[in-house]
């Protein structure tokens, strides 16, 4: 009678969804929260990225490195207003003459991204938490 039970047991394929959902299902979302936190992620690094750029750009307008910085940190104190996961407090800008070459001068911004809401996501591995842009401007034009 046991062996009719079991071999009844083994032809039946009602469940079988369920299991293999199960075990196809913890992949299948670490695979999107990852995509998601890494989409999060590389949106903040371009937007740093970008504002080392356009900082630079406003920065060609000091005549000292000072003055340099000044105008860089006020131009990023303006523009991250209404940026949705980025605090301008949590940047930190400098601006350095090149000892290299005179004729030019680097803008490097690194922002720190532990609130970014990416942390909290179960996810695979996850890049560093500081996210830095460099940009370089040559004094003079050509």
Known sequence: MNRRYFVKFLQRSDGTAAIEFAIIAPVFF???FSMIAYGIYLSAAHSVQQISADAARVAVAGLSETERQTLARDFIQRSMIDHPFMDAQKFDIQVADDTGNPNQFT????????????????????PDKEIVGYSTIRLGGL
């Open 30 to 32: 670490l695979t999107v």
């Open 107 to 126: 803008v490097s911004v690194k922002y720190d991204a532990d609130d970014l809401p990416i942390w909290s996501l179960y996810s695979y591995a996850m």
